[in-house]
Structure formats: C-alpha cells, structure tokens
C-alpha cells in the first residue's frame, strides 16, 4: 500500500456550466483544489477529502463526483446553514477558444445571484490512520482556518495553486508570506503575477521562490507554456517549456488543475529535480491538459 496521501481542505465546489444563451448543458464537482484531488485519486493515488458542503443536490452531487473518482469523502461535513458554493462558468458562441475567453463567475446568469457561499465549519482533524502517512496538502484558498489545519500535520508537504486575485487580495502581505511559506510546491497562473509580485513587494518570480524557499514554483503561460523555478547546487535554474503541440479548446476550464495535478504526483516521486525531471513533468503536464480542454467540464 502507498504511504503517500494527497488531501485537501476547502468548501465543496459545484461547476455549472453555461451555453453562450446560458443554458445550462453540464454540472459537476468543481474548484481548483478538488479538480487536482480527483485527478490524482483517478491517477490511482490515495485521496482523502476535508470539507464542507451545504444540504442540498449541488453539495451531493459535488460530493459524488469525487466519490465516485475514488476520493475518501467520509471528512466532509454537511452543514444546514449553507447552501453549497456555485462556480458558474459561461462558454463563448465560438469554436476557438483562447486562455481567456471562458469566464468563471459567483454570480448566477440566470438569476444574478451571489452563489459564493463558503464557512468557517471545515473540519480540523484528520484520522488516526493518516497520521504516519507522507501527506501532500493541495490548497487555492488561504484562510486562517486552513491553515490551521495545516499547523495540524506533521509529516506533510504543502502544494499552493495561486490563480485568482480575489483570494488573496483582502488579506496582508505578511499573512500571505506566512502562509506561503509553509509550501514547498507553488503553481501561480501568469495573469496574477504582476498583482502577486506588488502586492509582496518583490520584483520577479527568483525573489519570490528565494523568500518562500520552495522546492519547485511553476508559472502557467496557458498556449505559451509554463516555466519551472528549482534550485541546484545552491544555484536556482529556470527552465521555459512551450508546448510543442496547440490543441485546440472546448474548454478550457481545468486545464491548470489538470496541469498541477499531473505535476504534484510527479514531485511526490521524484528523487530530485532537475532538467530531466522538468522535460518528463511538462509533457506529462501538458497532455494532461490538452485531454482536458477537449472537452466541456473541468473533469475527465
């Protein structure tokens, strides 16, 4: 049996999908950290779910979608007094998709409603049976009570996905250095880069992997690429992959998710890193989003 555990800790996600006449063709489990977690658990990893969800079909029919993956799902909490937070994602009247064009909203098409609705009721302990596992923690958000489940764990490595601004824009730079830095692994999206880098003061991607002392950052360029930040010898190399083949998007929604994923499993097993490992990772990485975006959902 592996002794590596992939978990994550965060309110449960529904994706609803919309037509460019928003119509609702597909739902499904969704959010950035859950897509990585359904990934590696179909992968064939071990996966353990830590969450919330309210009382409802979207928090059931989110919790299934896991479920069915593979994911242990018994650490996920049913709350009466949310409903379970809605991603609704709006596909454009067209049949070339560029990085941007898919938006993603908390606001209901049909009905502009707010469907962000997060708590502060995540569970906080992990069984007794996880505990003298190597634990890789998966997160996009960063609330306090999430890390407090991190200070939790002791034999963990934690994996941040950095995507969107408005996780991380009302909360102080010290705080988000304190929480970064309890990562080892970073994905950050290009598009928030410029805001990051303001926001923590620094220059550039070398100043952040130096102040955060990570093992591995990884910057997604969408049809560009990723570029890979690692140390050798006490010498930090960058590397720039682009995609030797351009698939073409049905959606491009989870196409980071199903990048990271591929990468985190990668680095669980690694035995360092260095330009071999970073060749095998990209392809790996990158075929695993081209399978994604061929498709409607961020799920395969």
Known sequence: MKNKIFISHADIILDKIYDAEFNLIKQDGGGCNWNDLYNLSKMGENCYAFGTAGNDEE?????NSLKNAGVNTDNIVIDNNIST??????LPD?????DNDVIHTWYSPITNKNTMHFSDNLPLE??????DKEIYIILDK??????????????K???LDVGAEEFIEYYTNQYLIKFFKQAKLMQLNYNICEYLFKKLKIKNEIELFKLLNLDLLVITKGKKGAEFIYQKNNKIETIEKIPSIIAEAVDTSGAGDAFFSTVIREY??????????????????????????AKVGSRK
Not at 59 to 63: D, L, R, S, Y
Not at 126 to 131: A, G, R, T, V
Request: glycine residues 2%.
């Open 142 to 155: 960063f609330e306090n009570i999430n890390y407090e489940f991190i200070q939790k764990i002791n034999n």
């Open 85 to 90: 937070a809605v991603m609704n994602i709006l």
């Open 157 to 159: 490595k934690v994996c």
């Open 94 to 98: 067209s049949k070339k998709l560029d």
């Open 59 to 63: 928090g059931e029919i989110a919790i």
């Open 126 to 131: 992990i069984p007794k049976e996880l505990e």
């Open 268 to 293: 669980a097993y690694c035995d360092k890193i260095d330009k071999e490992f970073i060749d095998k990772t990209f392809e790996l990485a990158n075929q695993s989003s081209r399978d994604i975006i």
